[in-house]
């Protein structure tokens, strides 16, 4: 049974007042998600004072293209094209991390359903099960290594029963649900995220002030090489380029005694402090020369023929 008129005018006016009122929303997809977890989700978000709006797609086109109608230009015309599925809107002027972690933390354990898709790889553990030895022949056929220890079946090794995105089957849903194993776990899925007019991922909010810094210093230094490099003067290279100057100036200094400036003094008196100095020309002659020349030693006699 579709919506009143009197419904569809609240929700109308509702939606308008809702992009009127905030700057940031998330789109978010609603699949497998449950109306009690759904209840939960909008008791959290109202810590934030986050507003969490669904309904048909056909409303909420309508109510977007009427709003772009009477706003031409209006940034929230990026939103229209990504309206399509299950999906709703969580509107907010709070942090965006914040709200995040809120939407993400209510998620719930779900068993495998036959003709599912599986989100993520399921591995069965290795280790005792609580089935008889009668079903041996269950686990032959899903080449499932057993042993029977103690009149119980127990898994030898681990085994990859299910690849994220295949369709789960019947035998697995059974072995699953034998093993008390609740694989899946559903709630709301971050689509994308609008701020202030501009439309982005999810993985954004995991970008942290000191990745910033990090990323920008790293970008500075680059185009300082490049700049030295190249010996083109930018704002990044000239602190290096004065840096150099300075160096090359006490260089000079320490090597001509003759020249000196006051920036260079501490550099010179440290140097003259922890350097050894030479020693004078006359008293650096070596001992070699002070020692009196020995005799030389007698040739030893030949040695006599007896012929």
């Known amino acids: 049974m579709g919506l009143s008129k009197e419904r569809k005018q609240w929700y109308f006016e509702r939606l308008e007042e809702l992009i009127n009122t905030y700057s940031k929303l998330f789109i978010v997809s609603a699949d497998n998600v449950g109306s009690a977890q759904m209840q939960q989700i909008r008791m959290k978000l109202r810590d934030s004072n986050s507003i969490m709006l669904m309904g048909k797609n056909t409303m909420v086109r309508k109510v977007i293209t009427n709003y772009l109608e009477s706003n031409p230009g209006h940034p929230f015309a990026a939103i229209l094209p990504m309206v399509k599925g299950n999906i709703g809107f969580v509107f907010t002027n709070a942090d965006l991390s914040q709200v995040r972690d809120d939407l993400l933390e209510n998620r719930v354990p779900a068993p495998a359903r036959v003709g599912a898709l599986a989100p993520i790889d399921v ?61 899946f ?24 002030p000191e990745i910033l810094s990090a990323k920008f210093a790293m970008a500075v230094s680059n185009v300082a090489a490049l700049s030295l490099a190249v010996g083109y003067p930018t704002l990044a290279s000239v602190p290096h380029s004065i840096i150099n100057a300075f160096k090359t100036c006490v260089a000079v200094s320490v090597e001509c005694p003759t020249y000196t400036f006051e920036k260079a003094k501490p550099y010179q008196e440290f140097l003259d402090a922890n350097l050894p100095k030479e020693a004078p020309a006359d008293a650096a002659a070596p001992a070699e020369e002070k020692k009196e020349e020995a005799p030389a030693a007698p040739a030893p006699a030949a040695a006599k023929s007896d012929y």
């Open 185 to 208: 776990s559903y709630g709301l899925v971050l689509v994308a995220i609008y701020d202030n007019g501009s439309v982005f991922t999810p993985e954004v909010l995991d970008i942290t």
């Open 123 to 183: 591995v069965v553990p290795p280790g005792p099960t609580d089935c008889e030895p009668g079903m041996t022949n269950f686990f032959q056929t899903l080449q499932i290594a057993t042993k029977i220890v103690k009149g119980r079946i127990e898994i030898t090794t681990a085994v990859d029963l299910l690849k994220a995105g295949d369709k789960v089957g019947s035998s697995e849903a059974v072995l699953l649900q034998k093993l008390g194993i609740r694989p």
